[in-house]
């Protein structure tokens, strides 16, 4: 499988950079995870959103959602080639907002589908189990496997240090993890430092940890180094725009 960072700052947009969203492909299969600010513009570089064939969201704050309602736009009012509609969009969130869930179902453009903490789901060639993070709404991380070929991503969303993220995220291939702030700020309730996801990675030994909704300010180098050195024999990555890593 293939990832596509198409947003990664955390909170709001800046300097021609969006939030969350990521494009995750296999086996033609294309899910966007998560979607925020300027995440149609970026995946029109990858993928035209009407090839879309599913979207999985975290939680509903406006950095993860904030371009969802412009992508049922663009399914409502945009045409194939042959002047034909594209399909039903299934969009899967959490129902503990029940007012929000009810958004991602819009008349012959998408229907919202309910998961839970106890669900083990399968979108396309996904399998998808959740953990519900630390965070001040409901918000959930994903442990998303490639059925073909066994590969493991697992998403930490938004959310303070649990550890049970460790076993959560055991043997990933992939880690990508919400690392906000600094070396300094660790228990915070919301979000991770670099420390903490360093030290994730390095206890569930996983393979890759790509650092994730970053912050808009600071050096970015210095998050890296942080990460890894609590994480030897880790591969650490930052989150850039476009960058697309294979799984």
Do not use: W
Not at 199 to 218: D, K
């Amino acid at each position: 499988m293939k990832l596509t960072v198409l947003g990664y700052l955390g909170g709001y947009p800046t300097r021609d950079t969006g939030t969350s969203a990521y494009l995750l492909e296999a086996d033609g299969f294309h899910l966007l995870l998560d979607a925020g600010s300027a995440a149609l513009l970026a995946l029109e570089k990858h993928v035209d959103p009407l090839e879309l064939d599913a979207v999985l969201l975290s939680h509903y704050h406006h950095d993860h959602i904030a371009d969802l309602g412009v992508l049922q736009f663009t399914r409502q009012l945009k045409r194939r080639p042959d002047g034909s509609r594209t399909s039903l969009l299934p969009i899967y969130g959490h129902s503990e907002d029940q007012d929000m869930f009810k958004r991602l179902t819009m008349d012959l453009v998408s229907e919202g589908i309910a998961y839970d903490e106890h669900d083990r789901i399968s979108i396309g060639p996904f399998d998808v189990t959740h953990m519900k993070t630390l965070h001040p709404v409901p918000c959930f991380a994903f442990r998303i496997e490639d059925r073909t070929t066994g590969k493991v991503l697992v998403f930490t969303a938004d959310s303070g240090f649990k550890p049970e993220l460790v076993e959560f995220s055991k043997e990933a291939d992939l880690l990508m993890a919400d690392t906000n702030f600094f070396e300094g700020m660790e228990n915070h309730r919301v979000h991770m430092t670099s420390t903490e996801v360093g030290r994730i990675a390095h206890e569930a030994n996983v393979s890759t940890l790509l650092l994730t909704h970053l912050p808009q300010e600071g050096n970015l180098d210095l998050l890296r180094k942080q990460a890894a050195d609590k994480a030897p024999g880790v591969e650490v990555v930052l989150a850039q725009k476009h960058l697309q890593i294979e799984i």
